[in-house]
């Protein structure tokens, strides 16, 4: 059975740091590319960024360039959102999911809430 | 803000049809596969259509997807309260080299 489990949200104050993790089981990651997908609370779905099975090539939106930075430990299975210089409207869901073709992503963790305020 | 259009709302009563549209440009959407997500509240989406027109395995054949020019669209027939919940299209953008979602759209059956 494919799982997927985030952890590593919490409260952080602005300008500060969190790591996500997202657990996967079940299949051979690096056999896919991996995104992360975050919703602010009563909000639409966003995209953020995605990695290469191997971890050769990554991908972000604007709104977290040079902030973000996603990796993955295949030998662990594990994926990874670094998160630094957040802001309050970076408050929200955050998912992992797994794209088995061109952005069909057919299984979604079951999300970790990331809160930025003072 | 989303650089994929969509109608903030949708309506239709049990066991008729809607159409939920998604609307880019050329370089999302018409270049690029489109993907729908059903999500239902507090829950994690749940893929409905992937590659414009293909349904994963255990989606019911009341949910389709179709891709003219630069704009998508998902059909549901057959319509159950069940079906209640946000809609979202997906796409790659090829300017942006970015994923981008629609704005999604909210379905309510009467």
């Known amino acids: 059975e494919v799982l997927l489990a985030e952890s590593g949200g919490g409260s952080v104050q602005p300008g500060g740091s969190l790591r996500l993790s997202c657990a996967a089981s079940?299949?051979?990651?690096?056999?896919?590319?991996m995104h992360w997908v975050r919703q602010a609370p009563g909000k639409g779905l966003v995209w953020v960024s995605c990695i290469e099975g191997d971890g050769s090539r990554t991908k972000y939106a604007d709104f977290v360039k040079g902030r973000f930075t996603i990796s993955r430990d295949n030998a662990k299975n594990t994926l990874y959102l670094q998160m630094n210089s957040l802001r309050a409207e970076d408050t929200a869901v955050y998912y992992c999911?797994?794209?088995?073709?061109?952005?069909?992503?057919?299984?979604w963790g079951q999300g970790t809430l990331v809160t930025v305020s003072s | 803000q989303f650089v994929l259009t969509q109608p903030p709302s949708v309506s239709a009563a049990p066991g008729q049809k809607v159409t939920i549209s998604c609307s880019g440009s050329s370089s999302k959407i018409g270049n690029s596969y489109v993907s729908w997500y059903q999500q239902l509240p507090g829950t994690a989406p749940k893929l409905l259509i992937h590659?414009?027109?293909k349904r994963p395995s255990g989606i019911p054949d009341r949910f389709s997807g179709s891709k003219s020019g630069t704009s998508a669209t998902l059909g549901i027939i057959g319509l159950q309260t069940g079906d209640e919940a946000n809609y979202y299209c997906?796409?790659?953008?090829?300017?942006?080299?970015?994923?981008?979602f629609g704005g999604g759209t909210k379905l309510t059956v009467l």
């Open positions: 999911t797994r794209d088995f073709s061109n952005l069909g992503f057919d299984y």
């Open positions: 997906a796409t790659w953008d090829s300017s942006l080299d970015a994923g981008v």
């Open positions: 079940g299949f051979t990651s690096s056999d896919y590319w």
């Open positions: 590659d414009n027109n």
